[in-house]
Structures are given as C-alpha cells and as structure tokens.
C-alpha cells in the first residue's frame, strides 16, 4: 500500500475513533461518485480490523435522467461488498426563491438525519472545503460559513463524520486507481449554471495556476475558521449568562451593558441555535442598532427569512409563524384545530347550537372576560403579557357577530347567560420557544 493509500486509510480509522461507541453502527452516504465509492471501500477494508456494522444509503433525488441508473450502480457495488443498501427516493418540493441546489441539498441531509444508525460519514474532501469557502465569502459570510465543511457536527440523533475532509481529490484518484474502482459521473457537475461548479471549474483552476497549493491553503482557512467560530460560540454563551433575566430570557437592558459587538455575536449565536437563518449581515446590524438604542417601551420589528423578530417588553421575540395565518373560519368541532401559534382542543360541543363557529379574534373587538373588566381584546391580551402580533390572529369562538371565548381570557360573561350554549370545553396549548 502506497503513503498516499495508507493516509486515507488513517484518516478513516482516526475518524471513526474520535466518534465511536460501543456497537456503533455506521452509515455511509453513497452518491456513486469518486469520493464516496474510495469512502465505502475503505471502510470496508476496516470491517476486516475492527468489525462494525456497516451500511450504504443512495439519495435518488429524480433530478438527472441517469438517476436510476446510479441507484443501480450504488446497489450493485454495495452487492459486491456485501454491504446492505438503501436507495431514497426524494419529491423535491418547489425550489422559487430557494435555488435547487440548497433545496435538494436540505432534503438530502433530511433523508441523512433519518437514515438508521449512530454514525453518519460522508465523502466531502479538501477541494470541497476550498471551493465551500470561496463560495460562502462570496457571500459575505462570518467564520461559521467559513468554516463550511466542519469534520465533525451532530445531524438529529447521529454523528456527522466527514473523514476524507483534509484528504487531496488527487489521493482519491490515486486510491481509486490502485484498487480499480468504477464510479459514476453526474453530469450537472459540469454544468456551469450552479455557482460550486463554477467555482470549481473556472475560479479556483485560474487562482491554483497563478498560486500553486491554494486548495491546501484554503482547506486549512476554513479549519481555522471553524476553529473560530466555535470560539466565538463558546464567548457568546459566556457573555449570554450575564444577561439573562429570571426566566433565563434575555434582557435587552442587560445586553444594552455589553459592547455592540458582543451583543451580535450573542445574538448570532442564540439565532443559529433557534433555526434562524440570517439571510444578510445587514439585518443582524441593523437590529443590533435598535435594540443597542432601545428605551423600556420600545418595540422593534426586522424580518430574519422566514422569521419575524421583535423586542418588546424588555425581551427578544421569535414570530415563526410570522407568514402563516388560520382559516378565515373553521368549524366548531370536537377534535384537535392547529393554529399558526398553537393548537386548539375542543371537546363538549353541543349538537343543538348552530352558528358556532372558530375564526380569528381580530382588530379592535371588545370582550368582557366572566368576572372581569371589559375591555378591547387587545388590551385585555396584553395585561396577559401576549405578544402584539399574536393577538390578532388567535383563534376566537364566535356565536353570530359576538364573540364568546379567547385563549387567555376565557369565557365571556355573556356566554353564562345565554340559554341555548351549554359550556363546551377548550383548551389552548400555545407554541413554546417565543423568546430567546
């Protein structure tokens, strides 16, 4: 075995050390392409070392006309190897305002996250690190995009090892050779439409011709920035503790102590832990300033993606349900009615009222709670400490034009008295996870 040969072998074997556990099973993604044909093969050769359960999964993402023929190709090879393989068959969803590559690539890693075993190891090596840098600087990313390609992360309930991550695509080639492997070529890897093709196939040549050994260099940046950004992640979590408030929130005035800086680093942090993409540097800039400027009774609004986020009462909000909105009206029901900010349990509803009805509570409506003040809803919600923008579209039991319950309020008063309504029973389970 050549120096080339036994590296990648070493690499393998240190991966897999790093991550293991007794009885550990272990899943290899299997595009059928270079990278992951010499990956399965070598763990196959440690099968004979240290054995392990091994197993192969195919994402057949239906995108190429060649798709069933690599799903073919991976079970054959996986045949050979005696190795157990799995082909996925993915329905991609709509890619507007996306792109195809991130949607087939989210819905890769879901079908990854699902996939049975402790272990998950990929293919992604040095050049893939180097072209994933390139493209996230591109973009204006901080050090966690830079980073890219970390060797190790958690997906679901699995480890994510990568361990060819440091290996040259030139040693794979090599180790190929030497074993006469066969593989696949997907042909959208030429097509120049997508952005890591063109990167692989007319920047990054261009750059090596003038500075030879780029690709080493920029694989070894992008460890050093993961190494950062986990760094800033473990000062993020420091500097968080000095500003949480009795519910372990945090609270604006206590971040307003810290330098602007810290404050985006936290926040970065505690967003990236909640889902929250940050679609542009700008708009974590330009929250940070607001809430830097923020007086007790402010309250602030910036879009992040799909999220809504707020300061308000002295905290920072999550809106994930910021673009969804219930039915105009549904029916009065026994049976569970999902919401966009909770679920609604209805049991008890009389046969014999008729007009009953579930719609949302609205603007400007006027409620008065059993044993209560009357007052405007949105009053009435706000001394119960509901965020403003929830209030209006939480789902009300109406009875012709009057409205008869609201969550947090309960019954109105008037429902007491009116005959024909015998009390049925609600009961609302809000979402969780509102602030940070």
Not at 120 to 130: K, S, V
Not at 210 to 224: H, N
Not at 250 to 279: C, M, W, Y
Not at 403 to 419: K, N, R, S
Request: hydrophobic share 45%; with cysteine.
């Amino acid at each position: 075995m050549t120096t080339g040969q036994d590296q990648i072998l070493s690499a393998v074997r240190a991966a897999l050390a790093g991550q293991w556990r007794a009885e550990g099973r272990v899943c290899v993604g299997l595009s059928g392409g270079l990278d992951s044909v010499v990956l399965l093969h070598a763990l196959v050769q440690l099968q004979a070392e240290t054995p392990f359960e091994l197993s192969a999964l195919h994402v057949h993402h239906g995108l190429s006309p060649n798709a069933d023929h690599w799903a073919g190709f991976c079970r054959d090879l996986c045949a050979r190897l005696t190795v157990p393989c799995e082909v996925v068959r993915l329905q991609l969803p709509n890619a507007s305002g996306k792109g195809l590559e991130r949607v087939a690539r989210e819905a890769r890693y879901a079908a990854f996250a699902a996939a049975p075993g402790d272990i998950l190891c990929l293919a992604h090596h040095q050049n893939d690190r180097a072209e994933t840098l390139l493209l996230n600087l591109f973009r204006g990313a901080g050090a966690t995009g830079l980073g890219g390609v970390p060797d190790v992360r958690q997906l679901g309930q699995k480890t994510l090892i990568r361990p060819l991550v440091e290996t040259s695509r030139a040693a794979l080639m090599a180790w190929a050779t030497a074993h006469q492997l066969r593989w696949i070529e997907d042909e959208s890897n030429q097509n120049l439409a997508f952005r890591r093709n063109y990167v692989r196939h007319r920047i990054l040549p261009v750059i090596a011709d003038r500075y030879p050994g780029v690709v080493d260099v920029l694989a070894r940046t992008s460890a050093q920035m993961t190494e950062q950004a986990a760094l800033l992640n473990r000062l993020a979590e420091h500097d968080a503790k000095s500003c949480l408030d009795q519910d372990e929130c945090l609270s604006v005035v206590r971040l307003q102590q810290l330098p602007e800086a810290a404050v985006r680093n936290i926040l970065r942090h505690r967003f990236a832990l909640a889902g929250i993409q940050i679609p542009a540097a700008r708009r974590l800039q330009e929250f940070t300033a607001q809430l830097m400027m923020a007086q007790a009774d402010t309250e602030a609004f910036v879009r992040m993606g799909a999220f809504g986020v707020h300061l308000w009462r002295d905290r920072i909000w999550i809106d994930a349900a910021m673009d969804q909105s219930g039915p105009r009206s549904a029916a009065f029901q026994n049976g569970s009615l999902v919401w966009p900010d909770g679920q609604l349990e209805i049991a008890g509803v009389p046969t014999d009222v008729h007009d009953l009805h579930i719609a949302p509570v609205g603007h400007g409506q006027r409620f008065h709670p059993s044993g209560r003040c009357h007052d405007r809803v949105s009053e009435l919600l706000r001394a119960q400490g509901v965020p403003p923008w929830v209030r209006p579209r939480l789902p009300g039991l109406w009875l012709h034009e009057n409205l008869f319950w609201v969550p947090y309020l309960g019954w109105a008063q008037q429902a007491e008295t009116t005959p024909e309504l015998s009390l049925p029973s609600l009961d609302w389970q809000p979402k969780t996870g509102w602030s940070l």
